[in-house]
């Protein structure tokens, strides 16, 4: 399977350059490249045969050994460890919230029986209102 969205580091492989060299042809806007979300710019591989001319026709095309397969996996090994403790924080953060939310409904059932209590009172007659209805039957 072939790659088409490369690293700089692949890049620069490929195209026979330093790191540095990738880096500056981005930031002078020579070859474009997108941001994942981690940060690390990512290049397309025919954006950088456009900018490089890795691939004339009377050039073999470039082949990625099995070196460059090895840290390939490397670098998702890392991806997907990096994903895996973004996740471990959402979980922790849900936790919490979903503790907290179990101490708001505590609160509010007691606040709930509280606030019944209360009506019930209300809705006795006092002492004395009472002993004067019952005193004449009404």
Known sequence: MSKTVLSVEEAARLAGKSTKTI???ISTGRMSANTDKNGHKKINLAE???VADINTPHETPVRISQSNTETDNIINVKELEAK???MERLLKEKDLRIGELKEDKTSLQDEKIRLTHLLEDKSKPSGL???????YGL
């Open 23 to 25: 880096y500056r042809w």
């Open 48 to 50: 950088l045969t456009r």
């Open 84 to 86: 895996l403790q973004a």
């Open 129 to 135: 209102i009472s002993g004067i209805f019952s005193k």
